[in-house]
């Protein structure tokens, strides 16, 4: 943000912005007395937990409220009043004057119709005098902008058969379309991969510089927040609690919560490792071995069969936790699935907690799964939605055999005791819990059975940054108490740094590297794990310039 940005007129202003919604006969406060200022170029971070009121907030400007939401105060889009505008004159300032980044591109993009008539009718609604050739070569052009691999084939495909970070990429080139004031990127890197995040935020700093537009970030990953933003507001409870540059932030932050929100942030170096960690399980029992373990996707129509893994050897003992890492596609998650048999191996061996899972019957598998569990990434979607949460916990028990209803029942208030949540949760239905709430019914479902190896995957990766702590800080107890060996797939280094006694690391269905978590991550041998180290944002804006300065040199190969 310099001088001459901040002497041009404000893109965006807003003043004792408010958020309520109709409930039960009565308005309740979503948000409350917002107020900042967005100039040409600025990035301004808005950060808070879920139900801070960030998303709803930004969504009150543009009018995207649902019919029982109304916001009240001022918003100023370049001197325009956006508050109580008409819906028509909203609609024109969508996608013209303020576009959207959204979370998760595969929602926010229509699965029926192709990439590029998806930007060709954005081009369209706001110009009525461009033909369609004209749109076409447009989109191109945008497709090409964001650094699409092949933006012919994208322009023609559809949302299902792009990557994560392409349709991403494809959501940004719709979003910039219309060369917008202002964009709200609302949580734009959360569910990506380390090194496409990177990609991603590269993409979009460069591509506000050339537009020169304002950018609201609504983001929980405060590693984001210091590789992007120039200010920061910090939300609870729907009130502003701090707002500051970037440095004020993240250097000397004055209120508690704010306080609490950056030491929760894991970053890499915050766990040392003891010398001994090397040697630590080498009498222990093994409770997966894998012997040049292949699995394949059997060929489907005219589909290929596709080798997912490739000649993996691993081994983990009881009571340790390997943490297995890799960009999407390389292979993790189906390792983790073929541990508990939820896939078949093609060749190779395959031992778990002592069972031969090389042609295992349907019938054996049953008696193999009261050794094993998994912790799911997304709960919400685990968790049958019909029955209370308590019926899920006991399922296991119930599947097993040989639990009386007693015994079931105090298993389980045994487990919400674990997890350290109320035993009259058990009664409630996963749609009246949190996110982190509902994660940790997964893990007491996992733990029922007292298993001897665990498969987590990537079971923090959808939780703000302050739930995720307080999951993994639980996880670690649960982990040292029952000593259960561990495969935790993640693709966030970060937080492997602070579980994991091994590292395992996967780049196209083979395993390039595996050492200790100070092999790794500090000394690491193999390109693409250094690659990956070099993604990871800090929450630091002078480390993270530096790593910045850093991918930049490498992608010139200067």
Not at 140 to 162: G, R
Not at 213 to 226: C, E, K, R
Not at 373 to 379: E, K, L, N, R, S
Request: proline share 6%; aromatic share 4%.
């Amino acid at each position: 943000m310099n001088d001459t940005q901040n002497s041009a007129p404000p893109v965006l202003e807003v003043r004792g912005l408010g958020i309520d919604f109709w409930v039960e006969g009565e308005w309740v406060s979503a948000a409350r007395d917002i107020n900042y200022t967005l100039h040409p170029g600025d990035v301004l971070a808005i950060v808070g937990e879920s139900g801070s009121g960030k998303s709803t907030s930004s969504m009150g400007v543009l009018g995207l409220l649902p019919g029982n939401g109304r916001a009240t105060g001022s918003a100023k889009l370049a001197g325009e009043e956006l508050i109580g505008a008409s819906a028509p004159r909203l609609r024109k300032v969508r996608g013209k004057g303020i576009s959207v980044i959204f979370q998760e591109p595969m929602t926010a993009l229509n699965p029926v119709y192709t990439i590029g008539y998806q930007i060709v009718e954005a081009l369209q609604i706001h110009d009525v005098t461009l033909h369609r050739a004209q749109a076409k070569e447009r989109a191109l052009e945008l497709l090409a902008q964001v650094e699409m691999p092949d933006p012919k084939k994208a322009f023609n495909s559809f949302p299902h058969q792009l990557s994560g970070g392409q349709r991403q990429r494809a959501m940004i080139a719709q979003s910039m379309a219309n060369d917008p004031k202002l964009l709200i990127a609302d949580e734009p890197t959360t569910a990506l991969d380390v090194t496409v995040q990177a990609e991603i935020l590269d993409l979009m700093r460069r591509l506000h510089t050339e537009l020169d537009s304002a950018i609201v970030l609504i983001t929980h990953d405060m590693g984001v927040v210091a590789d992007l933003a120039d200010q920061v507001i910090v939300m609870k409870d729907g009130a502003v609690v701090e707002h500051g540059s970037v440095r004020e932030i993240f250097k000397a932050p004055t209120h508690p919560y704010t306080q609490a929100l950056l030491a929760a942030v894991p970053h890499l170096g915050s766990n040392p490792a003891s010398p001994d960690d090397a040697e630590k399980f080498a009498d222990s029992e093994t409770v997966l071995r894998m012997t040049d373990l292949v699995i394949e996707y059997p060929k489907r129509g005219r589909v290929p069969a596709f080798r997912a893994v490739d000649g993996v050897n691993l081994e983990i003992r009881r009571g340790e936790v390997v943490g297995l890492v890799g960009e999407s596609g390389s292979g993790k998650t189906t390792i983790g699935r073929a541990a508990i048999g939820l896939l078949p191996a093609h060749s190779g061996g395959l031992e778990v907690a002592g069972h031969n899972m090389v042609g295992v019957s349907k019938r054996d598998l049953l008696s193999v799964r009261r050794d094993i569990g998994i912790v799911f990434q997304d709960p919400g979607s685990s968790l049958n939605p019909r029955i209370p949460v308590g019926e899920s916990i006991a399922e296991p028990l119930l599947l097993a055999g040989g639990y009386s209803k007693k015994e079931m029942n105090t298993r389980v208030e045994e487990l919400l005791d674990a997890v350290e949540l109320p035993r009259a949760m058990r009664n409630r239905y996963p749609h009246e819990l949190s996110g982190g709430q509902r994660q940790r019914i997964g893990i007491a479902r996992a733990l029922a059975l007292k298993p001897k190896f665990l498969v987590a995957d990537e079971p923090t990766s959808a939780l703000d940054v302050s739930v995720q702590a307080r999951v993994l800080h639980l996880f670690q107890e649960l982990q040292q108490d029952l000593g259960f060996g561990c495969l935790f797939v993640t693709h966030d280094l970060a937080v492997v740094d602070q579980l994991a006694d091994r590292i395992a690391v996967m780049n196209h269905g083979k395993l390039v590297e595996i050492g200790t978590r100070d092999q790794i991550l500090r000394n690491p041998q193999d390109p693409y794990t250094q690659r990956l180290i070099s993604a990871v944002p800090v929450p630091d804006p002078d480390e993270q310039g530096e790593r910045r300065a850093l991918r930049a040199a490498a992608k010139n190969g200067s």
